[in-house]
């Protein structure tokens, strides 16, 4: 079945962009004439992803408004002839954007969860907010490309990966990788996966980076794999207790990921992706 519904948890409070984030959400810092959260919008529907759901927390419902049809603002573009700029507003007007809430900051699994009610296809795509691709193909489209080359019986989970530096270890997920399949290229199959492990624990220096394609099994299985690290529910937790009753697939996805998620990730970003503007 093709990837038609996508989950972008964006609730996180973005403290590390204190104090603009006291008034400003993180996503909605510019990259060019475009807001973080708009570049991820764009990578969903250039892959044929037009249903979307936003996870926020109160205070961030300049997210979804920012996707929201403007009649006036429109009619006055249409008026000025700023053809270019109409344009962009009105893409956005073919899309169906959902919003639900994550009222306490328990893991991106538990932001998941908010929206588990929303989704009724037997895949979801899910795109945390700090992760951008630049390149030929999108993170997520390589993903999809991928989810839909294997038989229906092989369509469980494909997570995207990154050969990561020594440093970049203890922060990410880690997979340990076996088979490559055998068509598709840089899929492999996971064996294993362990949540920020130090350097010496790591199972292997590719980690995973900001896009998933889950069965609703995964989302289901969420609640009961129950509360860690620190207290949160997360993704990972409930992948590894699907390790071998699922198929999980890694894939090594081409491009750059930038990472926005700090200030000096951010101010890359801005560089690598304005750089032709």
Same mark, same amino acid.
């Given at each position: &079945?093709?990837?038609?519904?996508?989950?972008?948890?964006?609730?996180?409070?973005?403290?590390?962009?204190?104090?603009?984030?006291?008034?400003?959400?993180?996503? &909605?810092?510019?990259?060019?004439?475009?807001? %973080?959260?708009?570049?991820?919008?764009? =990578?969903?529907? /250039?892959?044929?992803?037009?249903?979307?759901?936003?996870?926020?927390?109160?205070?961030?419902? &300049?997210?979804?408004?920012?996707?929201?049809? *403007?009649?006036?603002?429109?009619?006055?573009?249409?008026?000025?002839?700023?053809?270019?700029?109409?344009?962009?507003?009105?893409?956005?007007?073919?899309?169906?954007?959902?919003?639900?809430?994550?009222?306490?900051?328990?893991?991106?699994?538990?932001?998941?969860?908010?929206?588990?009610?929303? @989704?009724?296809?037997? !895949?979801?795509?899910?795109?945390?907010?700090? /992760?951008?691709?630049?390149?030929?193909?999108?993170?997520?489209?390589?993903? &999809?490309?991928?989810?839909? #080359?294997?038989?229906? /019986?092989?369509?469980?989970?494909?997570?995207?990966?990154?050969?990561?530096?020594? *440093?970049?270890?203890?922060?990410?997920?880690?997979?340990?990788?076996?088979?490559?399949?055998?068509?598709? =290229?840089?899929?492999?199959?996971?064996?294993?996966?362990?949540?920020?492990?130090?350097?010496?624990?790591?199972?292997?220096?590719?980690?995973?980076?900001?896009?998933? @394609?889950?069965?609703? *099994?995964? @989302? /289901?299985?969420?609640?009961?794999?129950?509360? *860690? !690290?620190?207290?949160?529910?997360?993704? %990972?937790?409930?992948? @590894?207790?699907?390790? +071998?009753?699922?198929?999980?697939?890694?894939?090594?996805?081409?491009?750059?990921?930038?990472?926005? +998620?700090?200030?000096?990730?951010?101010?890359?970003?801005?560089?690598?992706?304005? #750089?032709?503007?």
């Amino acid at each position: &079945m093709p990837i038609t519904q996508a989950i972008l948890p964006v609730a996180g409070l973005g403290t590390r962009f204190l104090p603009w984030t006291k008034s400003v959400a993180k996503e &909605m810092l510019p990259i060019g004439n475009q807001p %973080i959260i708009a570049k991820i919008v764009d =990578e969903c529907m /250039d892959a044929g992803i037009k249903d979307i759901c936003f996870v926020i927390s109160h205070g961030k419902e &300049m997210i979804p408004t920012y996707f929201y049809e *403007s009649p006036e603002l429109e009619a006055e573009l249409k008026k000025r002839g700023k053809t270019e700029q109409l344009e962009h507003l009105l893409k956005y007007n073919e899309a169906d954007f959902h919003v639900v809430y994550q009222e306490d900051q328990l893991g991106d699994g538990h932001a998941i969860l908010q929206a588990a009610d929303w @989704i009724n296809s037997e !895949h979801v795509a899910v795109l945390f907010g700090d /992760d951008i691709f630049s390149g030929e193909h999108s993170g997520i489209a390589q993903l &999809m490309a991928a989810h839909d #080359a294997l038989t229906s /019986d092989d369509q469980g989970a494909i997570l995207a990966l990154e050969k990561l530096e020594d *440093s970049q270890i203890s922060q990410k997920g880690i997979v340990e990788v076996g088979s490559i399949h055998a068509t598709i =290229e840089r899929l492999q199959s996971i064996k294993s996966l362990v949540e920020k492990p130090n350097l010496e624990d790591a199972p292997s220096n590719l980690g995973i980076v900001g896009r998933y @394609i889950v069965p609703r *099994s995964t @989302i /289901d299985l969420l609640p009961s794999v129950g509360a *860690s !690290h620190g207290g949160e529910i997360r993704l %990972i937790d409930a992948l @590894i207790e699907q390790l +071998g009753s699922i198929p999980i697939h890694g894939l090594e996805c081409t491009g750059i990921r930038l990472d926005t +998620g700090t200030p000096e990730g951010y101010a890359r970003a801005v560089q690598v992706l304005t #750089a032709d503007l």
